[in-house]
């Protein structure tokens, strides 16, 4: 397995780059979202890759960020999403996107992607939902940002988690606050059920 490849950036072609490392050329897939974020030619890159091996040849797929590379190998998973459409997903959408979209279930958001219907999409959430837990997945923001916002009182730890997996994918956090104090929480409901409430919230 080829973990990453430090090198220097050689050609961008449609859809995949070069870098030149060793004295070898690696031909790597990467999703377009990457080309406004690439070196420029002749500088130094690194890309955490995955090895496609088939009869017919290899292929590398690389990302710059290992986040990204972790959300690919969950989407090959999948049934039906190979390595090329799992690609194509993260072209367009971002993984902290994706991971939200699944985990309050938001089929719709996922169809915009190209090349995936309701079908597809119902799929993505039914296989990733469990892969996409919240614990695993969001980090904390900043230590004293909660007691800072006045916001984290009272809260039973499922509706603290929905509130910090809100922060962690950029809203502001006193709305992220804001928006799980409306969830009328009951003490079964889970983290992922009160995110999926809290999203109705915002903009009220």
Not at 1 to 30: C, K, S, W
């Amino acid at each position: 397995m080829i973990a990453f490849i430090r090198g220097i950036l050689a050609q961008t072609r449609p859809g995949l780059v070069v870098i030149e490392a060793g004295g070898i050329g690696y031909e790597v897939n990467v999703p377009s979202s990457v080309f406004g974020r690439l070196p420029g030619i002749g500088e130094a890159l690194l890309l955490h890759t995955y090895l496609q091996v088939r009869e017919d040849g290899m292929s590398l797929f690389g990302f710059l960020k290992r986040e990204d590379l972790d959300v690919f190998k969950l989407l090959i998973t999948v049934n039906g999403i190979g390595p090329k459409a799992a690609l194509s997903i993260l072209s367009y959408t971002t993984p902290d996107q994706l991971r939200f979209a699944v985990l309050s279930g938001d089929t719709k958001t996922i169809e915009k992607i190209p090349g995936v219907g309701k079908k597809t999409a119902g799929k993505l959430i039914l296989e990733l939902k469990d892969k996409f837990g919240i614990e695993e997945n969001f980090e904390p923001g900043p230590a004293g940002a909660q007691e800072e916002a006045g916001t984290s009182q009272d809260l039973n730890p499922a509706a603290k988690e929905a509130a910090e997996a809100l922060a962690a994918l950029g809203y502001p956090v006193s709305e992220a606050y804001r928006a799980v104090r409306m969830v009328d929480v009951t003490p079964e409901m889970t983290a992922e059920e009160i995110l999926r409430f809290s999203l109705k919230n915002f903009g009220k």
